[in-house]
């Protein structure tokens, strides 16, 4: 890490950048992070790399940028208004993937990689050619990687079946390079139960589980919560813990929209009893 973060005003917010995929029916990617960022007083910045055709069925189509653009948008934000703290989420293909992990290792701020291979619907969002990009070139790059359960048996071979599996799932993602690893425990039975660690500390994170269904971004908002919280300078346990809490609030407030899964609620904190200035 070597590009400084680059300048801001006085009195301006922490600063986390997303690069990530759009999702049009705003629940999940790039609309998320952006969402969450907002509602925890942190000023988000992003860079697309793809559009998605998305909404609560599923993803209709998928079209990734070049990587002339992902690059262009980075340097763009960086160089001039500076990071804290970057989040990177669909990156698609194995090209993106790699010029996106140069990128981080060239920017002086902490990283949360969530490595997406798969919508909440199943769709592929990752690229099987890109499966080795990941391992070698992006989660190396990450302070906090953060995979669901789907995820570390795609990149590791490790399947979870039960909270003590998660141990042996964490030092299978560790073993690529990130100095933490949160493991998402939100598809095993009982209550939502995600393990982070570094190898040496432990940190088990529990909280109830709600009957919702309406779960759309959770894994882009726990991530984009974590980078908020490293934007503010927080140890990484901290920023974790308090990310846990904000989703868990999210998904206990998650709404019905369109005929399918519906999204978590970013605003929950927030309240939606907005009037009109007289």
């Given at each position: 890490m070597n590009a400084p973060s680059g300048p801001t005003g006085s009195g301006a917010p922490p600063r986390a950048l997303t690069v990530a995929g759009s999702d049009s029916g705003g629940g999940a990617g790039v609309q998320a992070d952006l969402k969450t960022m907002l509602a925890l007083g942190v000023h988000g910045m992003s860079v697309i790399t793809a559009v998605t055709a998305q909404n609560s069925l599923g993803v209709q189509g998928a079209w990734e940028l070049p990587v002339a653009a992902v690059r262009a948008q980075y340097r763009s934000v960086v160089d001039d208004i500076g990071v804290q703290a970057v989040k990177t989420?669909?990156?698609?293909s194995?090209?993106?993937?790699e010029a996106v992990a140069e990128l981080l290792v060239g920017t002086d701020a902490p990283a949360v990689v969530d490595p997406v291979g798969v919508s909440k619907h199943g769709d592929p969002l990752l690229a099987a050619s890109a499966l080795d990009s990941v391992r070698t070139r992006l989660l190396p790059a990450a302070t906090v990687a953060t995979p669901n359960l789907d995820e570390v048996a795609q990149l590791t071979?490790?399947?979870?079946?039960s909270e003590g599996d998660l141990r042996r799932a964490a030092a299978a993602v560790l073993a690529y390079g990130p100095r933490w690893v949160v493991i998402k425990g939100g598809h095993l039975a009982g209550e939502a139960v995600d393990l982070?660690?570094?190898?040496?500390?432990e940190h088990w994170l529990r909280a109830p589980r709600h009957?919702?269904?309406?779960?759309?971004g959770t894994g882009c908002t726990l991530a984009s919560a974590i980078a908020c919280g490293l934007a503010r300078g927080w140890p990484v346990p901290e920023a974790v813990r308090t990310a846990k809490e904000y989703v868990t609030g999210a998904i206990a407030?998650?709404?019905a929209l369109g005929g399918g899964i519906g999204p978590v609620d970013h605003g929950w904190r927030l309240g939606r009893d907005v009037r009109p200035v007289r």
């Open positions: 989420g669909m990156l698609a194995a090209e993106l993937v071979g490790v399947r979870v079946e982070l660690t570094d190898g040496d500390e009957d919702n269904r309406h779960t759309h407030a998650g709404f």
